[in-house]
């Protein structure tokens, strides 16, 4: 089910690497989303990240060796990411009096929001939408709330 957008909310979509600060300006029926904000985080690829093979660990008892998991650079640029977006919505709170506010991320993202907001935004969030609207343009997002 789609949340209502009521006047004066926030709406924020991100993922792990854009995100969108809208307000919507219009009413409930007839949205107009301002956009606030627009972040987009220019990560290289996991592969420009990390060059090295998978390091081996030698077992402390006979001659058997084990693979070591490399480390996943691009989740951990994703991670950042949303902390730094879950720090902007703290400011933003703060400075700009929001009253309400939408969520609208992809599931391990939004998980990911959730957890690093401060309590006084959780309080803030109306809704919540697991699905990843930033790819689109401004004008597709409303549609998409008031369809």
Known sequence: MKPRIPPDCWVVACNGGRALVMRNAG?????????MDSIIDLEPP???LGSDREGR???SVGNARSKVEQTDWHEQAEERFIDNIANKMSALARD???????LV???RALGRLRKQ?????QSLVSAELAKDLVKFEVSD??????G
């Open 27 to 35: 009413n409930a029926e007839h949205l107009n989303f301002i956009v």
């Open 46 to 48: 996991t592969r420009m």
């Open 57 to 59: 660990v030698y077992q």
């Open 96 to 102: 700009k009096d929001i009253n309400n506010l939408v």
């Open 105 to 107: 991320a992809p599931p």
């Open 117 to 121: 907001l401060a309590p006084h935004v």
């Open 141 to 146: 997002i409303e549609k998409y709330f008031s």
